[in-house]
């Protein structure tokens, strides 16, 4: 018999080079949201700035610091048990769809109804709290999908939401700026995704902003004005229990339920793809504690008055990739905080031009886009297409509906046979869409496992898509029964199909060589 000794414990340093590179990424595409999501509450639901900045705010950076921070302690531990000085923790920050869809879908309905600011204020911070509690349940139920559901479906449906709703808007505005943008957007990609570094190993996405920042102020597309205008909003506040708006705010429940029970199901099906697209780039998180967490944010904001649930974000691979490990996490937490806690958002974005800004959302966009093909076998391909199309029918028809809006009309008002006349298939999209991210891991699914000839899971997955339909969790505008019967009946007789193909035993498709190091099977933990 021969002794064995343990390997000796890596050292876990706090902070490596690489975490300044995805703390200046990071760091800034979590400040770009949150200057966006202040320019909503102000511009669009009229509410007072010392609302926003003394209350919204500070209860948004409690949640944030307190889940970055957490989302270190995670990335530590796996560090420690692994015996790793790679792992990446993971990104944490407000929820960009969430966003827009509790300004524009909750609160400003109340708000041009009433023309209270506050009624408005406290519906939004209800559902909130409704759509954590939706995930806390789903805690419990996430991983059991995500065991059960092929990689193509997971991390298409999730390459999906990165091509359309975090890049296209950012590609858009570079464009506008492309003077300012496209020499950051450069950079990154050289510094990001190329072996080349910067003398004295400069920091890639410290230099970007630099440099983007500079030629904006240079070129004129500044104002020293509006800086000192911006100066003057600074004040110090900290967050403090509003449970009296949380309550008022529950007394009318039932309308919130609408939106938030299939938004809650979106946001724990969002953290299986984020929490797999990790596993896929080497980190294997413990889904259930995500999602206990990302519940428990979305909870403790609410009750400080935050109506903006936090969630993990899209983006892993990305600043893993960039260098960051478990220290750029926790410090954008704490720095975003202070930026809260201090009311300086509205000073950043006088100083820093978006254009310089949002580049990084580009990148992230073109790196989880390329890990939903990289990371899945090639006979999949057409599988991680098909959970794309629902989250390109829901941006698309969004874009659409803006348009219109800004027209003052509405594709209702317009009519869909004018629209079909001109081309634009907008019901067909407008149904596609509706729980896109449900509705493309269904889909996905179904494509993987009917390519791989396992037509008994491919049936499962087209009955989930009825029931699912049926009750307007997907292709419905709500929760209700029988929300859209012909497509329910659409994805039961494509069950049909798929179980009379399954009695005739077909052999499973053989994979091929190297799909073993791409098809990890995911535990449940």
Not at 86 to 114: E, K, Q, R
Not at 116 to 134: K, L, R
């Amino acid at each position: 018999m021969t002794a064995t000794t343990a390997a000796p414990a890596a050292k876990l340093p706090y902070w490596v080079r690489g975490d300044t590179n995805a703390f200046f990424g990071f760091g800034v595409n979590v400040l770009v949201n949150v200057l966006t999501l202040t320019g909503l509450c102000l511009g669009v639901i009229q509410l007072p700035a010392g609302n926003v900045f003394g209350v919204i705010l500070p209860a948004l950076g409690i949640a944030l610091v307190a889940g970055n921070v957490y989302y270190t302690f995670l990335a530590r531990r796996l560090a420690v048990k692994e015996n790793r000085t790679d792992v990446t923790a993971l990104p944490y920050g407000p929820s960009v769809p969430h966003m827009f869809i509790v300004i524009f879908v909750i609160m400003l309905p109340i708000y041009l109804t009433t023309k209270d600011p506050i009624a408005a204020w406290t519906a939004g911070i209800a559902w909130a709290f409704i759509i954590g509690v939706i995930v806390l349940i789903g805690a419990f139920v996430g991983p059991y999908i995500r065991k059960y559901t092929p990689r193509a479906a997971l991390l298409g449906t999730l390459a999906g939401i990165s091509i359309t709703f975090i890049s296209m808007n950012p590609a858009g505005n570079m464009w506008n700026y492309a003077w300012i943008a496209l020499p950051v957007f450069g950079l990154l990609l050289i510094g990001l995704l190329t072996d080349v570094k910067l003398p004295f190993n400069f920091p890639i996405g410290l230099a970007a902003l630099l440099v983007g920042t500079a030629i904006g102020w240079i070129g004129g597309a500044m104002s020293v004005p509006d800086v000192q205008s911006a100066a003057k909003d600074i004040a110090f506040a900290f967050p403090h229990l509003k449970f009296d708006l949380l309550v008022e705010g529950l007394k009318d429940m039932a309308p919130l339920l609408a939106t938030a029970i299939p938004l809650g199901v979106y946001n724990f099906t969002e953290a299986m793809t984020n929490v797999e697209s990790a596993a896929t780039a080497g980190d294997r998180y413990n889904l259930r504690s995500v999602l206990l967490a990302d519940g428990a944010g979305a909870v403790i904001g609410s009750c400080l008055g935050s109506p903006f649930p936090p969630a993990v974000y899209v983006g892993h691979p990305g600043w893993k990739a960039a260098g960051g490990r478990t220290g750029y996490s926790m410090a954008t937490g704490v720095v975003i905080a202070l930026l809260c806690f201090f009311g300086l958002f509205g000073l950043l974005g006088a100083i820093f031009p978006t254009a310089a800004i949002v580049p990084i959302l580009l990148y992230i966009g073109l790196l989880i886009g390329a890990q939903a093909f990289q990371a899945t076998p090639r006979a999949h391909a057409a599988a991680v297409v098909a959970a794309l199309i629902p989250n390109i029918a829901s941006w698309a028809t969004g874009q659409m509906d803006n348009a219109l809006a800004a027209a003052g009309t509405s594709a209702a008002a317009v009519g869909t046979e004018a629209l079909a006349g001109a081309g634009v298939v907008y019901d067909g999209l407008k149904t596609l869409g509706e729980g896109a991210i449900l509705a493309g891991l269904v889909l996905g699914a179904i494509v993987a496992f009917i390519i791989d000839k396992r037509f008994w899971h491919a049936a499962v997955f087209s009955g989930a898509g009825a029931v699912l339909t049926f009750v307007g969790l997907i292709h419905a505008e709500k929760v209700q029964f029988n929300a859209d019967g012909p497509v329910s009946l659409g994805y039961l007789f494509l069950t049909a199909v798929c179980v009379l193909f399954a009695l005739t035993k077909p052999a499973p498709r053989v994979p091929d060589p190297e799909e073993a190091s791409l098809e990890e099977p995911a535990t449940v933990s």
